[in-house]
Structures are given as structure tokens and as C-alpha cells.
């Protein structure tokens, strides 16, 4: 038996917009979510999350299904336009009721609410009026937000999460344009990634100072990093590796945990990378009390003199010309649905990465998962190869730990089947089944598996 240590945070993870749907009820603003989805193109076979899992109207049923598999935490966000409808001013009663209604209930339940204050959807009004995250503007106006949570919800909410994946904002919002806002440029990311650094700080200065003397709750911030893996033990690979990861996960994390962007970086973006304010960099370094981390999959890293691949369909690769890494999956390697290889042992190297370059901080898994072809046959779902994915994880997780690195907790992406952005309801990472046409929830086995896992404490 793999124990996990005591203390240990089992729990699983959603989104508002992946689940909540109610996109115009309960006084909500448009977000840039709404919108990008309603443009014709940008979402596979036109699916939309305006009703999503109508979570918004079934959230008691939801809860009690986390109860029925024995969970301890649920990580869920906010969407920002339910509290401000047009992103800044008097707050909206009837989201700050929703909310305050979903954590009441988690807690009757005896289910721990850890709270992301962004996953990704903007009220419009910001990016028509401001830009979105590309105005120097916005990190005054999130702390304003942030405030608002924290004033509303902060004696009752313990773990605080400022972003969600700010990587993938940058990259796949405004580089890529496959997420929204949809934009299309390589300096673009480096700005937006500026301002959502500059945002998370002042929210959690704020915190600090205002509500953790009284609340007592813990604040931070959650990156995502694919494992990336030199492909030969050449030299010039070991540092493309480097070069990839460094891109990727510390971009974000070095200026929180080592107070400014990595070396590599500077030398390479140089001019398109913006520069700290003495200021912004005291604001910044130490403002995480852990370290958030989504973990999925593994590339192999090269040189790249100059040659480029086709990745994911999400691109996990950044912006190749400015890293000059070619990245590959080796052939034998299982993939899920997503195209995302299966490498379980990447996860326990990139753990050991960030205990390494961060100085062993206490990191918590806020989401790992694996979205799987599911069909339903005689109301089940045999859901095998999400349970092998998630075992095989969870034990390079555990042998991380038996190496002494200081994991604390672990979020299952996902609770359920939801809207998974880009690729619409068409990719399924839920361990509950979500049948559209009736909302009907069925528990697959991995749920079955999972309370077992949680109930245990180990594997
Ligand atoms: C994360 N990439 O998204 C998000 O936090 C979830 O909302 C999402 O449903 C889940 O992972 C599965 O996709 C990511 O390209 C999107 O590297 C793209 C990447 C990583 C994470």
C-alpha cells in the first residue's frame, strides 16, 4: 500500500465556464468566453458552454455527488462577470449569492472549497473597453475584484488560487488566438504574461495585509508545465530541455520564487520582454504561500536549428522561434483523446525540477487527468485506461514524495465531463459521465476507483 502522507489534499477540479452554463441568468455579463464561442469557427462543431452542465442550476446535486464519492476539496472558479458584469464597479448580489450558496453547501458536506479567482473568462467589457490583460490598467482592476471574493467569501474559503495557468492565457490567448481572446502575435503573450504576473501580486499584497490576519486562508497561484525531456545526452540537448522548461513553467514561477523572468528569456525575447519595476518585483517575489502546479504530458527536447513540428492540437509548444526546441513524442508512447502522450515519470521529474529550482516548496498537483473515448453501456462507464493513467501518475507522485519532495495535495482534473474549450464537448475528462441531451450525471468507474483512493489515503 502507497500511503500518502496524513495531511494530504485529495480533491478534483472544474471551471466556471466549462460547467456552469446560466450565461445570461442570475444578472451574469458577458465574459470573452461567451463571445469567442459564438464566433462561427473557433470551437469544434459549433458547441457553445451557454448551458454547459447547468451546474449553475444543479449545483446541490453536484455537491452531493462529490459527498457520495467521499471528497474532501473541490477546486472550482469564479466567473469574474457573475460578480462584476462588466468588470469593474458595484458587485452583482445575485453571483456573490451564488457563489456564497455553492461554498455553504460544499462545506455542509464537509468538502473543502479551494477558490480560483480566474480561469480564463474575462468580462468582455474589459477586452472591448481596455485591451484585456495587454493594459497596464488591469492589475488594479483584478485586485479590485479579488477584493471582493475575499470581502464575500474569504471566512468560509481557506485556499486561494489567484490564476489559473497564466502560460496558457499568454500563449494560446494571444499568441496562438485559439483561445479567447483570439489574438495573433509573438509579443503580444510576453505583455499579457507581464500584467497577470503584476495582477496576481497586488491581490495577493492585498490579502496579505487586509484579510490573512483574520481570514488565516493561503493564497497562490497555478502554472501548468509539460515534463520536456532532452532527447539525446548531447549537451546542446540537456539545454534545449532546460530552455523549453524554463519557457514554460518559469516564465511564472521565477518571478514569484527567484524575483525575475529567467536569463534565457531576457537574452532571447529581449526587447518584446517587458521589464520589472523595481516595485513590481518586491511585489511579486515571495507572493505565493504554494505551488500550484497542472501537470498532463511529455515531450522530447532538441536543438532545433531552426526546424519546427507540429505539436498538440492545443500547441503545448509555446513560441518555437523564440526557444529553438524541437519537441517530438516518442511513437511508442500510449496517447489519450487529447493527443497528449502518456508518460507518467515525467511527472515525478518535473516535480523534482521545481523542489530543485524553487527550493523546495510545498507543491500541490491542482490538476492531472486523462480524457478517454467513454461510452455508456448498461448506465456504466468502464473507464480502464483513465484508471491506469491516473494510477501510474499517482505513484510517480508518491515516489516523488518518498524522495522528499514536499507534495501536498492532488485535484483530478476532471469532477465531470464539461466543455473543454478549443475541442467543444467532444473531449471527455470527467471521472462523472455528463450526458448532455438530460444532464443526467453517471459515476464512472474511475469515480468508484477514486473514492477508494481518497477513503485510503493511498494507492
Ligand atoms: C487545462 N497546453 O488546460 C485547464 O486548466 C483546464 O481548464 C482544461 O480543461 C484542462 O487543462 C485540459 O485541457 C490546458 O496546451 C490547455 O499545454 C492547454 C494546455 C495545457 C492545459
Known sequence: ??????????????????????????GKGLSIWDAFAHTPGKIKNGDTGDAA????????????LMAKMGLKAYRFSIAWSRIQPAGRGKPNPKGIKFYSDLIDELLDH?????????????????????????NPAMPEIFRDYAAICFENFGDRVQHW??????????ILGYGQGVFAPGRVSTSEPYQAGHQILRAHAKAVALYREKFQPKQNGRIGITNNCDWREPLTDSESDRLAAQRALEFFLGWFADPIFRG??????????????PKFTPEDKTL??????????????????????????????????????????????DPH?????????????????????????????????????????DRVSNSKVHDAKRIQFLSDYMSEAYRAIQEGVNLKGYFLWSLMDNFEWALGFSIRFGIHYVDYK???????????WYGNIMKNNGL
Open 260 to 273: 525575475d523572468y529567467p536569463d534565457v528569456m531576457r537574452e532571447r525575447v529581449a526587447d518584446r520582454l
Open 53 to 64: 452542465c447547468d451546474h449553475f442550476h444543479r449545483y446541490k446535486d453536484d455537491v452531493a
Open 110 to 134: 464537509g468538502i473543502a472549497p479551494w477558490v480560483t479567482l480566474y480561469h480564463w473568462d474575462l468580462p468582455l467589457a474589459l477586452q472591448l473597453e481596455l485591451d484585456g490583460w495587454l
Open 161 to 170: 488560487i489567484t490564476f489559473n495557468e497564466p502560460w496558457v492565457v499568454s
Open 1 to 26: 500500500m502507497k500511503k500518502f502522507p496524513k495531511d494530504f489534499t485529495w480533491g478534483t477540479a472544474t471551471a466556471s465556464y466549462q460547467i456552469e452554463g446560466g450565461w445570461q441568468e442570475g
Open 284 to 329: 511579486i517575489l515571495g507572493s505565493a504561500d504554494f505551488f500550484g502546479i497542472n501537470h498532463y504530458t511529455t515531450l522530447y527536447a532538441a536543438e532545433a536549428k531552426g526546424k519546427s513540428a507540429p505539436t498538440t492540437p492545443y500547441g503545448n509548444g509555446g513560441i518555437s522561434e523564440d526557444q529553438d526546441v524541437l519537441l517530438t513524442a
Open 333 to 373: 508512447w500510449d496517447k489519450t483523446e487529447m493527443g497528449w502522450s502518456i508518460v507518467p515519470w515525467g511527472l515525478r521529474k518535473l516535480l523534482h525540477w521545481i523542489d530543485d529550482r524553487y527550493e523546495h516548496p510545498e507543491i500541490v498537483i491542482t490538476e492531472n487527468g486523462c480524457a478517454c473515448s
Open 438 to 448: 438530460t444532464q443526467e450525471r453517471i459515476p464512472k468507474d474511475s469515480a468508484h
